[in-house]
């Protein structure tokens, strides 16, 4: 992929590229196949560039929506560059929001709104301890532009640019929907909270964007990775909230374990086991139209045979009781 500006777009026609640029219009359309899609205008130092999100494109079709001119003006673009009439237009299979104040930082469309859940929800915090750690941890350039970029996978379950962040919101909530079910008190739920956000942290340096990985996987192990880049920040925590610091280093620790042998020594780590299977599990489309298509009769299933010179078996039913 090529990095590049709006001025020199039309230099990489038929090439995969990325550039920035202001949203300066955005409208539905409908094409002259009667097909629905969507054309932005982008401009930077005067030029100009149309953007075509298709149908086809369906995890950021459905999304677009979202976008909002005056929230969110620049945007980076990623797609397959062409011309019409010597002017640059692309057909756009990623959009990114651009955080002005932080211009290395860019949130897939796809995470906007996990994005505005993870802010939420460290403003409404009601321990101040733990939420001095959080913005401190979201504050690191070494984990904040990743953890809102990466991906949850490879090839796996949120596998795309923004999954980390969605996958890790996803554990979140259920982990906070659990713990109120189970009368969880404050201080034990938001420590789970937390737990679940910052469980995977760790694939910034394993996972990343884009391949090849920043890390070997076979090298390295996401959870041992997670525990290096909070570290620091676990630190503080420990001299301003000693036992907080002690709950999510017991959970990073126990993350590391093998599964069948760390047992449970608090609930937390349960909520954050099931919440994390379930989320990976609903992302990879376990559900029941996958169910009943692995399920489909093969030729040798009993129900798909017919018995030979078996006796036709008759049948009586009776009033009595």
């Known amino acids: 992929m090529i990095v590049t500006k709006i001025a020199e777009l039309l230099c990489h026609q038929g090439q995969h590229v990325s550039f920035r640029g202001k949203l300066i219009g955005i409208s539905k359309l409908i094409s002259q196949y009667g097909k629905p899609y969507y054309r932005l205008v982008l401009e930077a130092d005067g030029q100009q560039c149309l953007c075509h999100v298709w149908p086809e494109v369906s995890f950021l ?5 979202m976008l909002d001119l005056k ?14 009439d010597n002017k640059p237009m692309c057909s756009v299979s990623e959009i990114s929001l651009v955080d002005e104040a932080m211009p290395n930082t860019v949130i ?36 904040y532009p990743g953890f809102v970029y990466s991906r949850a996978s490879e090839s796996s379950h949120h596998a795309f640019p923004g999954g980390l962040l969605v996958h890790s919101m996803q554990v979140g909530r259920l982990v906070d929907l ?10 034990e739920l938001h420590l789970s909270i937390v737990g679940g956000l910052l469980h995977d942290i760790g694939k910034v340096q394993t996972v990343g964007a884009v391949n090849p990985r920043p890390m070997p996987p076979k090298l390295f192990r996401h959870e041992v990775r997670s525990i290096f880049l909070l570290a620091p920040h676990l630190a503080e925590l420990r001299s301003d909230w000693p036992e907080g610091a002690w709950v999510l280093e017991h959970l990073l620790d126990r993350m590391i374990t093998n599964p069948d042998k760390r047992g ?21 489309g376990k559900k029941l139209q996958d169910f009943m298509q ?22 009586t039913y009776s009033s009595k009781i």
């Open 294 to 315: 692995e399920g489909r009769y093969a030729a040798w299933h009993p129900a798909n045979q017919v018995a030979e010179n078996q006796p036709e078996i008759e049948l």
């Open 71 to 84: 929230a969110w003006p620049t945007l980076e673009i990623v797609g397959r560059m062409q011309a019409l």
């Open 178 to 187: 659990m713990g109120r079910e189970f009368a969880l008190n404050e201080e």
């Open 264 to 284: 449970t020594l608090f609930i937390g780590q349960d909520l954050i086991h099931h919440a994390d299977q379930a989320s990976a599990a609903n992302q990879c």
């Open 108 to 143: 897939p469309l796809r995470a906007s709104k996990a994005h505005l859940e993870l802010w939420s929800y460290v403003k409404n915090l009601p321990l101040k301890p733990l939420k001095r750690f959080l913005v401190s941890v979201l504050n690191d350039p070494a984990i």
């Open 61 to 65: 079709f459905g999304h677009m929506e």
